[in-house]
């Protein structure tokens, strides 16, 4: 902290510090928080806001693969038309040709420079695009952004896991060869995730076990039912050894073993706590349907040699 009492940013190992040891206060992005009460608490949090705005004020990540998504008018949603690949396999339900971004999708994309978000300036009747604070206050704001989400969301991306993508049934998809169906599928979806049916998650994950063709090292006592026959391996879960990087993912590269599909939405020291435990791999996974995320620990689970 220098003589002026502001935080100097560019000493990010007590900036990191310093955010991992408070808590999460209203309206403020991240880990942040006021010390215990004290005569000089209000000083502190306004030395902490100083630079979460400085941070703030820097312009998001370049990148030659932004495309543009434009804000719908007092939703919270971002509507992208022409989605770049990573958007276009890894995120947002469609409606009509049109994906639309929750607030914990579309804000991880901006910060990436993924994504360019443009909202409608009445008085001057033009398209403008937000810049960093904007688009935090308006996710915070109108989008309604949870903060517990938001950090899993990003922390699950950082460690490259797409989740769960569901297949969409055709008329003319009758055929058993999965190969043809999932390279079918990909074409129809481009791994993004479609409204789950009126199966428990449980239901889903079963027939994905049951179906598998390596061995799954953790005992689960799932029970097949009917419900999750029907889905006849409509289900996948992949982890790419490069995120974002190949176009044609093929086979699933894990098969994963659940432990409890009831769990609550884990906090960010939770997540790091279920990708930290001593099994052979582990990991997390979430499923998405229409904008919200569940999130299933995974116990152990074996690597198949899979070719590509």
Request: glycine letters at 6%; aromatic letters at 8%.
């Amino acid at each position: 902290m220098n003589e002026n009492n502001y935080l100097d940013i560019d000493d990010l190992g007590d900036l990191a510090l310093f955010i991992d040891d408070a808590k999460a206060i209203a309206k403020i992005p991240g880990k942040v928080s006021s010390p215990s009460a004290t005569d000089n608490e209000q000083h502190y949090i306004d030395i902490l806001l100083d630079a979460y705005y400085q941070l703030l004020a820097f312009p998001p990540k370049k990148s030659r693969k932004s495309c543009v998504g434009t804000l719908e008018p007092g939703q919270g949603h971002v509507l992208v038309t022409k989605p770049n690949d990573p958007i276009a396999r890894t995120a947002g339900r469609t409606v009509n040709g049109v994906i639309h971004l929750e607030p914990e999708e579309w804000l991880q994309f901006y910060e990436r420079g993924l994504l360019t978000i443009v909202s409608q300036n009445e008085q001057i009747n033009k398209q403008v695009s937000l810049n960093m604070y904007q688009a935090w206050s308006y996710a915070l704001g109108t989008g309604k952004l949870d903060l517990d989400v938001y950090r899993g969301y990003a922390y699950l991306r950082r460690l490259g896991y797409i989740s769960v993508c569901a297949r969409s049934s055709t008329a003319n998809d009758k055929s058993t060869d999965c190969s043809r169906q999932s390279a079918e599928h990909q074409q129809q979806q481009s791994y993004r995730l479609s409204h789950c049916p009126a199966f428990t998650y449980s239901d889903i994950l079963s027939n994905l076990l049951c179906s598998a063709s390596h061995t799954i090292t953790a005992s689960t006592n799932i029970v097949k039912s009917a419900s999750a026959t029907e889905l006849a391996s409509g289900y996948q879960i992949y982890k790419p050894n490069k995120p974002y990087k190949k176009r044609c993912p093929g086979v699933p590269q894990f098969h994963m073993a659940i432990s409890s599909t009831l769990q609550q939405f884990p906090t960010a020291a939770q997540l790091r706590a279920i990708t930290d435990t001593q099994h052979e791999i582990s990991a997390i996974m979430g499923i998405s349907e229409l904008g919200s995320i569940t999130f299933l620990k995974v116990k152990a689970f074996s690597v198949p040699q899979v070719p590509w």
